[in-house]
């Protein structure tokens, strides 16, 4: 039974929806849950539908793809099935770099557009726009998946995952208020990983007994250690959802046997939002179709898997067919005992990141770099290697003095807030070398987390609610 402080949570977080004119998730949220009943048959009818329209939007709407379309002797008629995509070009981030003006839609009106960025795993970030349907849709998805995983609107949400651009300072009591009474979300500053900062987080996760943590994989489990360690208080929670990394067996072990009841991992990108989930049975990644369509194809590198290549069923702000995300997975489409009747991805390799370590024995969670490097402006595609505790190599693919003031700009960062009793050094190479599915290992640590020496470190922030559906579903 809903405690009193929950019920009148879930008004608060209502009313702040009607506020913001953002009352649409909650319609979708239920079309999303209704549409997880499914059969096979109806999901694959349903998504050929959606296939079809985005399709016929784009020829319609789409400089480019027109073009595209009119190389390749197609048009939407022509798609008779869902093999006839495969007549269409892959769209590349190099597609997407260089015609980012002619792949948006010239029929959607400005203020119904929202500019992003990719997640730049693969070394650089491109930007793209999504539409005002999409961006409410999707935040409808993560409701949905929120719920299905167990959390009731006017629960607490704890994050361990704090991209800066989530975060933002308490500036009075109104936004107190907002917290505690409608978003309900708290989160730790993974720029500033401690003993203190998660001593903090289990304190306040023992508050407010959120039933669902959103965290990165990495950090979930570098809680469970420290807990296992006894360098942390105990705490467990019954669900942690993972995101943004890939998620390991050991650490599903871990995270379960220390932290919570259940760890369940979502797969998703900044394009495209949460395109799959794992269900109960944790066997592969339950495709939401009608979300995404994805395909499969062979690269020849590895026999299992192959290259994913994802075509966007709602965004019609910059829409993305065909596009290949640098990540390889396999494709089952035989039934689930779990009851949903949509196709998993199985075996999914994508971005990896390392935590780097200071001294003191405080770590930045490998995202939090990413994101500096965003903040200095570096487009170039770069690589983080920790190679000894107090040695930080910055890889640039870069010669001579190009990209110099953004190197020099992210360095001056480094030193601010990962520490200046760290020797920072330039490596301009031709080519960072690549994993198989041509993404590389943004930050790599090579180094055992350090014992921690005793420090205060403040580590918690209000969060407003994300426009980054992939990050949070308030």
Avoid at 235 to 241: E, Q
Avoid at 286 to 301: A, D, F, L, N, R
Avoid at 325 to 347: F, I, K, M, N, T
Avoid at 422 to 451: D, F, M, T, W
């Amino acid at each position: 039974m809903a405690r009193i402080d929950e019920f009148l949570a879930r008004l608060g977080r209502y009313a702040l929806a009607v506020r913001r004119k953002d009352t649409s998730q909650y319609k979708f949220a239920r079309m999303v849950t209704d549409h997880m009943k499914w059969s096979a048959e109806q999901a694959r009818e349903k998504q050929f539908l959606r296939l079809s329209a985005i399709i016929e939007h784009v020829y319609l709407h789409s400089r480019f793809y027109r073009k595209r379309f009119e190389t390749v002797g197609f048009e939407p008629g022509d798609l008779k099935d869902f093999s006839d995509l495969q007549r269409l070009p892959e769209l590349t981030r190099t597609d997407l770099r260089d015609n980012s003006n002619e792949l948006v839609s010239d029929n959607i009106p400005p203020d119904q557009l929202e500019k992003s960025v990719t997640g730049g795993t693969t070394g650089d970030a491109l930007s793209f726009y999504r539409d005002r349907h999409c961006l409410d849709y999707r935040r409808g998805i993560d409701l949905a998946l929120a719920r299905y995983y167990g959390w009731r609107d006017g629960q607490w949400q704890g994050l361990l995952w704090g991209a800066p651009r989530d975060l933002f300072e308490n500036r009075g009591w109104k936004q107190k208020i907002v917290q505690y009474w409608a978003t309900r979300v708290y989160a730790m500053d993974s720029s500033r990983l401690s003993n203190t900062t998660y001593e903090e987080f289990v304190t306040q996760t023992k508050k407010s007994r959120p039933s669902f943590i959103l965290a990165y994989p990495s950090l979930a489990f570098d809680l469970a250690e420290r807990i296992e360690s006894g360098h942390v208080s105990p705490v467990r929670v019954p669900v942690i959802c993972v995101t943004a990394e890939p998620f390991y067996e050991h650490q599903r072990q871990k995270i379960e046997s220390v932290l919570a009841d259940r760890a369940y991992a979502r797969y998703g990108t900044r394009e495209f939002g949460t395109a799959a989930f794992e269900c109960p049975r944790q066997n592969g990644y339950h495709i939401i179709t009608e979300s995404v369509y994805i395909e499969v194809v062979p690269t020849g590198v590895n026999a299992t898997t192959g290259a994913i290549l994802v075509t966007d069923l709602l965004n019609k702000g910059t829409p993305l067919i065909r596009y290949r995300v640098a990540d390889l997975a396999s494709l089952d489409e035989s039934p689930c005992d779990c009851g949903l009747a949509a196709p998993r991805l199985l075996q999914i390799q994508g971005r990896e990141t390392d935590i780097i370590w200071r001294p003191d024995g405080t770590g930045v969670a490998g995202p939090e770099i990413h994101t500096m490097a965003e903040h200095a402006g570096l487009a170039a595609k770069a690589q983080v290697i920790q190679e000894k505790l107090d040695e930080i190599v910055l890889r640039v693919e870069a010669q001579g003095s190009d990209h110099q003031a953004e190197v020099h700009r992210l360095l001056e960062i480094f030193r601010r807030e990962i520490g200046t009793d760290i020797h920072y050094r330039l490596e301009r190479v031709s080519e960072i070398e690549r994993a198989p599915s041509g993404k590389y290992r943004y930050v790599i640590s090579k180094v055992n987390r350090p014992q921690e020496e005793k420090e205060d470190v403040p580590g918690f922030q209000a969060i407003r609610p994300s426009e980054d559906e992939n990050q949070t579903f308030t």
